[in-house]
C-alpha cells in the first residue's frame, strides 16, 4: 500500500468508508499498525460478517432512510451515528497483540479504551474474562451482553470490540457509545421486538449519560486517537482527517 498516515481521524464518515479502508489495508501484507478513529454522520445498521439482511431488512431500511452495512469483523449488530464513535487498528498478522489466542488477544484494545475512558473522568473497566449480562440475552445486539476484554462503566456496556483475522493481517475494531442510542430505529429496521429496545437501554450507559451532558465528537476522537496510537507505539498523531479530506499529518508510513 502507498504511503498513509498511520494514525488518524476520521469525522463525519460512513461505517461503508470505514470497511473500505479495512479491506484495503488487507488487500496485502500489513508491515506496520495503523489506526483510525471514526465519527458517524447519520444513522447506519452495521451487521457483524456472519449477520444476514433478507429483502424485509434491507425494505425496512430503506423506509426507514438508513444504510445497511456489514462489517468485515464479527460480533452482533450495531447502530452506528451521530452517538457513536469507531476505531480500527490494523496490525501485522504477526504482531505481539495479534498473535494470542482469541480472548486474550483483546486485552490490550479493551485496556486501552478502558485507561482513556478513565483520562476523561470515567470510571470505566475491562472485564478480564467473558461475563453473560442478566437474562433475556439477545444474541442479535453488540451492546446486549460484555464479552472478554469489552468495556463497562457505571453498570452498562459502553465500548464493545470486535476482530477479523486474516493472512494479511488483523484488525481490531471498537464502538464506543458517546451518546444514547435510538435503540428503537435498530429494532424496527432488523424486526426484532421492541421492548427489546428498553433491554438495551438499561444494558448500556453513554460518556453523555455518564458527564450529563453531551462531548464533542472531534475531541474525543482525537483524544481516543493518542491513546491508541500510544498503546501501539505509533508516532504522536498531529494531524486528522476533517469530513474525510486530510488537512495535516505528519505520520506518514507504509502499512
Request: hydrophobic share 50%; proline share 6%.
Amino acid at each position: 500500500m502507498s504511503a498513509a498516515p498511520r494514525a488518524i481521524a476520521v469525522h463525519d464518515a460512513s461505517v461503508q468508508q470505514e470497511v473500505d479502508w479495512i479491506e484495503l489495508a488487507l488487500r496485502e501484507a500489513v508491515m506496520q499498525p495503523a489506526v483510525r478513529v471514526w465519527d458517524y454522520a447519520a444513522p447506519e445498521v452495521v451487521l457483524g460478517c456472519s449477520g444476514e439482511a433478507d429483502g424485509a431488512v434491507l425494505e425496512r431500511a430503506r423506509a426507514a432512510g438508513v444504510r445497511l452495512t456489514k462489517r468485515p469483523t464479527g460480533g452482533g449488530a450495531v447502530l452506528a451515528g451521530p452517538w457513536l464513535l469507531g476505531a480500527s487498528a490494523v496490525l501485522p498478522a504477526q504482531h505481539p497483540f495479534a498473535v494470542a489466542g482469541l480472548a486474550q488477544s483483546y486485552r490490550w484494545f479493551g485496556l486501552a479504551h478502558a485507561a482513556w475512558l478513565k483520562s476523561l473522568g470515567i470510571a470505566a473497566r475491562a472485564v478480564a474474562a467473558a461475563q453473560a449480562m442478566r437474562a433475556p440475552a439477545l444474541p442479535w445486539a453488540c451492546f446486549a451482553s460484555l464479552s472478554h476484554w469489552e468495556v463497562e462503566a457505571d453498570g452498562g456496556k459502553i465500548v464493545g470490540l470486535a476482530q477479523c483475522r486474516r493472512r494479511n493481517g488483523t484488525v481490531f475494531s471498537s464502538a464506543v457509545l458517546v451518546g444514547a442510542p435510538p435503540w428503537e430505529l435498530l429494532c424496527r429496521v432488523l424486526g426484532e421486538p421492541l421492548p427489546d429496545a428498553a433491554t438495551l437501554a438499561a444494558r448500556t450507559v453513554s460518556c453523555e449519560q455518564l458527564f450529563g451532558r453531551a462531548q464533542p465528537a472531534g475531541a474525543l476522537a482525537s483524544s481516543l486517537l493518542l491513546r491508541l496510537a500510544g498503546a501501539l507505539n505509533l508516532p504522536y498523531p498531529s494531524g486528522q482527517v476533517e469530513k474525510n479530506m486530510i488537512v495535516n499529518s505528519s505520520i506518514s508510513s507504509t502499512l
